[in-house]
């Protein structure tokens, strides 16, 4: 795992995010739960007059939640392909071959690049490939739907 300033990243299991995501992984807390346990921790108080804390985002929360579905979209549909090519890799020669295969061995380095824009790459870097590759993102997300997620993921897992 590598610690940034802005953000962490797991070589292991490929998860990324800030430090309310690290706090949720490691804990296994929902979003709210991991912020109010951060507060606790480092004795960070409530609103004036005892107030409840309300879950406000700023900007910044906004953006880093932003770039993390951009990094996890990414991700995944690198693995996608990975799984792609390998699975429906032809046995023969003679095989027609599977559109999603043509395609990993068409996308799979531009978006592992991408991917490793995310990894490495520096806070400004991300947010032009954010903004220049927006609707790229955009279409990814559209095509994979949350349920067609979990379902690849159960099935690279097992």
């Known amino acids: ?47 004036s007059g005892g107030q409840s804390m309300k879950p406000i985002k700023s900007e910044r929360q906004i953006y880093i939640e932003q770039e993390n579905r ?40 531009q978006y592992n690049f991408y991917r490793d824009i995310f990894i490495t790459g520096t806070e400004e870097e991300r947010r032009e490939f954010m903004s220049v590759c927006k609707d790229e993102l955009t279409a990814l997300e559209k095509r994979f739907t949350p349920s067609q997620k979990i379902k690849n993921e159960k099935e690279q897992s097992a």
Request: hydrophobic share 30%; aromatic share 14%.
């Open 70 to 109: 951009a990094y996890e979209t990414l991700n995944f549909y690198c693995r996608f392909l990975e799984k792609c090519r390998e699975d429906l890799k032809p046995k023969t020669p003679k095989d027609e071959l599977h559109p999603l295969f043509v395609e990993s061995l068409h996308k799979y380095a």
């Open 1 to 47: 795992m590598k610690l940034y300033d802005t953000h962490f990243h797991c070589y292991g299991c490929g998860k990324h995010g800030d430090i309310i995501t690290l706090t949720e992984q490691l804990y296994g807390l929902p979003p709210y739960e991991a912020a109010k346990k951060l507060a606790q921790d480092f004795h960070i108080t409530q609103g």
